[in-house]
């Protein structure tokens, strides 16, 4: 059997409280499954700088790099909020970001049925809504150079930010995207502005060309994100696979997490490129939500969003789509029967706290199997 490397990075607030239910889902589907996992731990964010003043060690750096996946839970807090910039809770996440070059971030948005009636969209339009964006992660204007602001010396200033996109960027986040929509409906709709944009123009070029070579079977469409941002909220169940830059994707990836629901339910994944021996992707799957400083340690935060980035792990990094798919379905099984932590609480639910959502979820998977 191939390895089965995990570095745990729990983080800080309510990551290290999502991740103990991960942790006894592995431990679950090792005993019950044998599927040899192994977990190794280690520190990331205001944890990691209390104890090295770093915020990730190098140590735990080089974990990351040698493990299969990395699973990470969540950064920062308001004890944190002074200590220098460069050492800060996030910049630990960065710093995974940028030496695994994890260039790829995968956003699903599931509805799952029993939570369709509480988005703020008519639950005819979310319901059974399964849809992935995918976003490039490390170029675009987030990165490009220049990147300043200029005294013009008549008292105005001036504030640069550059957007830039080289050809083979674009075809390796576009090869993602083509490969994961083999996996599901087949379609992808790629986003960018070219009617105002230079690098739309060619991002829309090299997706087209990329198309052309190596994906013809899978069907593509384009649109002008901005109008793709209106589709989202107007019939979302249009997209299979939305594939779009950096600046594009935070906006439309955030979009469409909220059509179905609440932070605690989000998972992400974020893929680097295949080695060039073993064609393994280094990988890192988060929850999209934050430390949440104002319900930590209480033990009520929805460990969902966490268990479902374990799916991603399972789906993306270890071929195991029949298990991340029962762990879906698992997750949808306990939501069907009115289990809800606080955050996604209703009228007439059963409200139950991180623990006991992990378990029932962690137990349905096992009756599933
Ligand atoms: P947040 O996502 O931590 O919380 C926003 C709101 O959603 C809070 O009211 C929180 O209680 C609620 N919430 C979030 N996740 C939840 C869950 N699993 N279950 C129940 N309720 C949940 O964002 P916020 O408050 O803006 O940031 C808090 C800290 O987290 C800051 O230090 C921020 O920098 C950091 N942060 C870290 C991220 C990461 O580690 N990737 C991402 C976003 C923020
Ligand atoms: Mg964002």
């Known amino acids: 059997?191939?390895?089965?490397?995990?570095?745990?990075l729990p983080g800080d607030g309510i990551g290290p409280e999502a991740m103990a239910e991960v942790r006894k889902l592995i431990a679950?589907?090792?005993?019950?499954?044998?599927?040899?996992?192994?977990?190794?731990?280690?520190?990331?964010?205001g944890s990691a700088y209390d104890a090295h003043g770093a915020a990730i060690s190098d140590a735990?750096?080089?974990?990351?790099?040698?493990?299969?996946?990395?699973?990470?839970?969540?950064?920062?807090?308001?004890?944190?909020?002074a200590v220098p910039y460069d050492v800060r809770p996030e910049a630990g996440l960065l710093r995974l970001r940028k030496d695994m070059q994890l260039f790829a971030?995968?956003?699903?948005?599931?509805?799952?049925?029993?939570?369709?009636?509480?988005?703020?969209?008519?639950?005819?339009?979310?319901?059974?809504?399964?849809?992935?964006?995918?976003?490039e992660l490390t170029g675009g204007v987030y990165f490009g150079e220049p990147k300043e602001i200029i005294d013009l010396g008549n008292?105005?200033?001036?504030?640069?930010?550059?957007?830039?996109?080289?050809?083979?960027?674009?075809?390796?986040?576009?090869?993602?995207?083509?490969?994961?929509?083999?996996?599901?409906?087949?379609?992808?709709?790629?986003?960018?502005?070219?009617?105002?944009?230079?690098?739309?123009?060619?991002?829309?070029?090299?997706?087209?060309?990329?198309h052309k070579a190596k994906y013809s079977d899978v069907k593509l469409d384009h649109m002008l994100a901005d109008a793709g941002g209106?589709?989202?909220?107007?019939?979302?169940?249009?997209?299979?696979?939305?594939?779009?830059?950096?600046?594009?994707?935070?906006?439309?990836?955030?979009?469409?997490?909220?059509?179905?629901?609440?932070?605690?339910m989000l998972p992400s994944a974020s893929l680097g490129a295949p080695d060039a021996i073993t064609g393994k992707r280094k990988a890192l799957y988060e929850p999209v939500h934050g430390s949440a400083p104002d319900i930590a340690g209480q033990g009520i935060a929805n460990p969902i969003a966490m268990i479902a980035s374990f799916a991603m792990c399972l789906r993306y990094s270890f071929n195991m789509a029949a298990e991340a798919d029962r762990l879906e379905a698992a997750i949808s099984a306990v939501l069907n029967e009115g289990l809800r932590t606080k955050d996604i609480l209703s009228a007439g639910m059963t409200e139950v706290g991180t623990a006991q959502m992990g378990d029932a979820i962690i137990s349905k998977f096992l009756a599933l199997s």
């Not at 974990?63 to 004890?79: N, Q, R, S």
């Open 1 to 8: 059997m191939a390895s089965r490397k995990l570095l745990l």
């Open 28 to 45: 679950a589907i090792n005993e019950n499954f044998g599927s040899g996992f192994e977990t190794e731990e280690g520190l990331v964010g």
């Open 60 to 81: 735990d750096m080089t974990k990351a790099m040698a493990a299969d996946a990395v699973l990470f839970g969540a950064v920062g807090g308001p004890k944190w909020d």
């Open 105 to 135: 971030n995968l956003r699903p948005a599931i509805c799952y049925p029993a939570l369709a009636a509480s988005s703020s969209l008519k639950p005819e339009v979310v319901e059974g809504l399964d849809i992935l964006i995918v976003r």
């Open 155 to 210: 008292g105005q200033k001036r504030g640069i930010d550059t957007q830039v996109y080289d050809t083979f960027e674009i075809e390796r986040i576009a090869g993602v995207a083509f490969e994961l929509a083999r996996t599901r409906q087949n379609r992808v709709t790629s986003m960018e502005k070219r009617n105002v944009m230079k690098s739309g123009v060619l991002w829309n070029e090299v997706v087209t060309q990329a």
């Open 230 to 264: 209106m589709q989202l909220v107007r019939w979302p169940k249009q997209f299979d696979v939305i594939v779009t830059d950096n600046l594009f994707g935070d906006m439309l990836s955030d979009v469409a997490a909220m059509l179905t629901g609440s932070l605690g």
